[in-house]
C-alpha cells in the first residue's frame, strides 16, 4: 500500500528562525513525484514544492528546501527566514502510481509562526 | 483563466436534501479529482476524470454520491439524502497528463464546505 506518514501534529517557530516538517512515504515506485502543499486557515491549497525521485539533487524554492532521502523513503521540508504568512497546515503528497494519478496526502502538520 | 473555481463556497443544508457542487478547473487541464477534507485531516480521494470519462471512484464515495464531467470540461458533485457525517470541506482539483506525468502538478480549488443541521 502506498502511505504518507507526517509524525509532527503540530509545530511552532520563532519569527526569522528555521524549521523542519518531516514526512516518510511508503511505495513500490521507482519513479514518483513528490509534494509539500500549504493550506493557510480557511484559504486553498497551494503548491510549496516538488521533487522528481530521479534527481539526487534536492528542489529548492526561495526560502523552502527539501532533504530527499530516496532509500530511506524520507521526504522533510526545510523553511528558512520562516515568516508570519507562512503559519499554515502543510501537507506531504505522492500520486498513486508515482506520477500521474490520485494525489496521496499525510496527515498534515500545523505550523505556527510566533512574532 | 484564474486556476480552479468552486461554487458555491458555504453550503448549510438539512440532513436529508440532497446538494450539488460544481467545479471549473483549469482549461488546459484533462485530469480533475475530487477530495473530501475533515477537520484537521489531509484531503481523501473521492473519484477522478480523464476528459469526460470517470477513472476510478473511492469507496469513501458511498451510493448516495454521483460526479459528472458531461463535456470533459466543469465537474458536478452531487449528494443525495445528506447526513451530518457529510460535513466536510469538498476540494476539487485539477492536473495535465502528459504520457505518464502530471509533473506539472495539481492545482486545488478554494473548496465548497458543507455543513448539514
Known amino acids: 500500500a502506498q502511505t504518507v506518514t507526517q509524525s509532527q501534529p503540530e509545530m511552532s517557530v520563532q519569527e526569522a528562525e528555521t524549521v523542519t516538517l518531516s514526512c516518510t512515504y511508503d511505495t513500490s515506485e521507482n519513479n514518483y513525484y513528490l509534494f509539500w502543499y500549504k493550506q493557510p486557515p480557511s484559504r486553498q491549497m497551494i503548491l510549496v514544492i516538488r521533487q522528481e525521485a530521479y534527481k539526487q539533487q534536492n528542489a529548492t524554492e526561495n526560502r523552502f528546501s527539501v532533504n530527499f532521502q530516496k532509500a530511506a523513503k524520507s521526504f522533510s521540508l526545510k523553511i528558512s527566514d520562516s515568516q508570519l504568512g507562512d503559519t499554515a497546515m502543510y501537507f506531504c503528497?505522492?500520486?498513486?502510481?508515482?506520477?500521474?494519478?490520485?494525489?496521496?496526502f499525510g496527515k498534515g502538520t500545523k505550523l505556527s509562526v510566533k512574532p | 483563466d484564474t486556476g480552479v473555481s468552486q461554487d458555491p463556497r458555504h453550503k448549510i443544508t438539512k440532513r436529508g436534501q440532497n446538494v450539488t457542487f460544481r467545479c471549473d478547473p483549469i482549461s488546459e487541464h484533462n485530469r480533475l479529482y475530487w477530495y473530501r477534507q475533515t477537520l484537521g485531516q489531509g484531503p481523501e480521494f473521492l473519484t477522478c476524470?480523464?476528459?469526460?470519462?470517470?477513472?476510478?471512484k473511492s469507496r469513501l464515495l458511498s451510493d448516495r454520491f454521483s460526479a459528472e464531467r458531461p463535456k470533459g470540461s466543469f465537474s458536478t458533485l452531487e449528494i443525495q439524502r445528506t447526513e451530518q457525517g457529510d460535513s466536510a470541506m469538498y476540494l476539487c482539483a485539477s492536473s495535465s497528463v502528459l504520457g505518464h506525468s502530471s509533473a506539472g502538478g495539481y492545482t486545488f480549488g478554494s473548496g465548497t464546505r458543507l455543513t448539514v443541521v
Open positions: 476524470f480523464q476528459n469526460e470519462a470517470q477513472l476510478e
Open positions: 503528497a505522492f500520486p498513486r502510481g508515482g506520477s500521474q494519478g490520485n494525489l496521496i
